[in-house]
């Protein structure tokens, strides 16, 4: 099992910035990589991007590009999403998630998931 706990949401007005967290725990050694996934209302779940934990590769979808960015911290075995020029669009909640998978951007790839922390975008 591994636990995942994201923080660092809330309501921000367009344009600003926001970092969210996420700490893992538990059986880390099963994750090869962890990804960023938002739900809006009434849409499907979307990644966001994705980092390797052993590998400095980033995915990121192009709605996003240039204006969020994943990061990590092995040693705190947490992972990160600051998220820049924010725009109404990005409201969602956001999730992390643990895959196995190399390449993994589809939500039946990750298996384990964390409980979700809303972002408000306001205009």
């Known amino acids: 099992q591994v636990q995942l706990l994201e923080s660092g949401g809330g309501l921000v007005q367009v344009g600003g910035s926001l970092r969210l967290s996420c700490a893992t725990s538990?059986?880390?050694?099963?994750?090869?990589?962890m990804g960023w996934f938002r739900q809006a209302t009434g849409k499907e779940r979307e990644v966001v991007g994705r980092i390797a934990w052993s590998r400095d590769n980033t995915y990121y979808v192009d709605s996003v590009k240039g204006r969020f960015s994943i990061s990590r911290d092995n040693a705190k075995n947490t992972v990160y999403l600051q998220m820049n020029s924010l725009k109404p669009e990005d409201t969602a909640v956001y999730y992390c998630?643990?895959?196995?998978?190399?390449?993994?951007?589809?939500?039946?790839?990750?298996?384990?998931w964390g409980q979700g922390t809303q972002v408000t975008v306001s205009s």
């Open positions: 998630a643990s895959t196995r998978f190399i390449g993994a951007t589809q939500t039946d790839d990750y298996n384990y």
């Open positions: 538990g059986r880390t050694f099963d994750s090869y990589a």
